[in-house]
């Protein structure tokens, strides 16, 4: 059936929070196909539909489906709760789909976002009248329906996860220790099932047939107390509150723990700290750790103040002991293009 044997007509266009629509599809014995109401939207204007009828036809019988069809709107979908209703001739209900929620999900047909509200066979003769077919609607919302328990749900904030703050407590307070770590004297309460789960070289302590498995008891060597402090604050919690106090030892301890989250945060740490005085140590530093991020940012900061590092110890340290380091600073000059004037001298001042 072409659009133009078409008439329909939509009652109540604007709609509110309750709306019915009639639907007069004309010429219904031509229809073919696919079949689209014209379009009507909420009183908003935030929402608009269509409706969509589609035929199969077989012998003395049509088998029609009819679709409720969201054009536009809020991107989730919508949710609306109503019924639809095929009249006879006489105007009474002859087809009808209780109310019920009607959730809206794409089809294969044109890509469309739809929900089907029923299909069936119809007898021609008895529900159409002058080959008309009449469809009526009742929606009680065309907004999103909540439930008093997802309105509840919505009301309710999730608190945040207090795991590493629980855990955090768990090693300030030294609740149920069941090993202790001692450095230079100094004795820290831990546990091993935490050590072996955030802690490579603690799991292999624990698990293995080492020494420290049988004693529970872990000797640390060349690292001071308040570093090794700052490191199991870190593996309980995650976190290293004075970090940027002791960002090269403690970049030391998680090299020799293999904590490499909190290696990469000494790292970022001493990055914004370069200075004139400290950026040839640093780079030292970064070579010896391999710290690629640190050392090239390193390398930049010395290129950029060039005149003002070759006068500090830390300069005569690189020429002295590190010739490497002298070569790639002179590459990265001259890959940046810097005149000869610009580039560091060999020779001690």
Same mark, same amino acid.
């Given at each position: 059936m072409s659009s133009s044997l078409l008439i329909m007509s939509c009652a109540n266009i604007q709609l509110s929070e309750s709306f019915s629509l009639t639907w007069n599809i004309t010429d219904f014995s031509f229809a073919d196909g696919t079949v689209q109401s014209s379009i009507f939207t909420n009183a908003s204007e935030e929402s608009k539909w269509t409706l969509l009828m589609f035929t199969c036809g077989v012998p003395y019988e049509e088998y029609l489906s009819l679709y409720f069809h969201w054009i536009s709107g809020p991107k989730t979908g919508i949710p609306i709760k109503g019924r639809m209703a095929i009249l006879n001739s006489d105007g009474e209900e002859a087809i009808s789909r209780g109310e019920s929620v009607w959730r809206f999900k794409t089809v294969k047909l044109k890509n469309t976002r739809c929900v089907c509200v029923f299909s069936h066979f119809l007898n021609s003769h008895r529900i159409l009248q002058n080959d008309t077919l009449t469809v009526t609607c009742e929606v009680c919302s065309l907004h999103l329906l909540h439930s008093p328990e997802n309105t509840q749900r919505s009301q309710v904030k999730v608190p945040e996860c207090s795991m590493a703050d629980d855990l955090g407590d768990l090693w300030d #307070?030294?609740?149920?220790?069941?090993?202790? +770590?001692?450095?230079?004297? #100094?004795?820290? #309460?831990a546990h091993k099932a935490i050590l072996a789960a955030r802690c490579p070289v603690f799991r292999a302590m624990f698990t293995h047939n080492m020494m420290e498995r049988q004693t529970n008891r872990v000797e640390i060597h060349e690292m001071e107390p308040e570093v090794l402090k700052e490191l199991l604050t870190f593996i309980y919690s995650g976190k290293a509150p004075n970090l940027q106090d002791m960002a090269a030892e403690l970049l030391v301890a998680a090299d020799m723990y293999l904590l490499e989250r909190l290696k990469r945060m000494c790292e970022e740490a001493l990055c914004r700290s370069l200075t004139v005085e400290n950026a040839a140590e640093? +780079?030292?530093?970064?070579? +010896?750790?391999?710290?690629?991020? +640190?050392?090239?940012?390193?390398?930049?900061?010395i290129n950029q103040y060039s005149s003002d590092v070759m006068r500090t110890p830390g300069w005569k340290t690189i020429q002295k002991g590190h010739p490497y380091l002298m070569a790639e600073l002179f590459h990265s000059l001259v890959s940046a293009g810097a005149s000869p004037s610009k580039r560091p001298r060999t020779e001690c001042n």
């Open positions: #307070q030294s609740l149920l220790p069941d090993c202790s +770590l001692v450095v230079a004297g #100094q004795e820290f #309460q640093i +780079l030292i530093f970064a070579d +010896l750790y391999l710290t690629p991020n +640190l050392k090239e940012k390193s390398i930049t900061f």
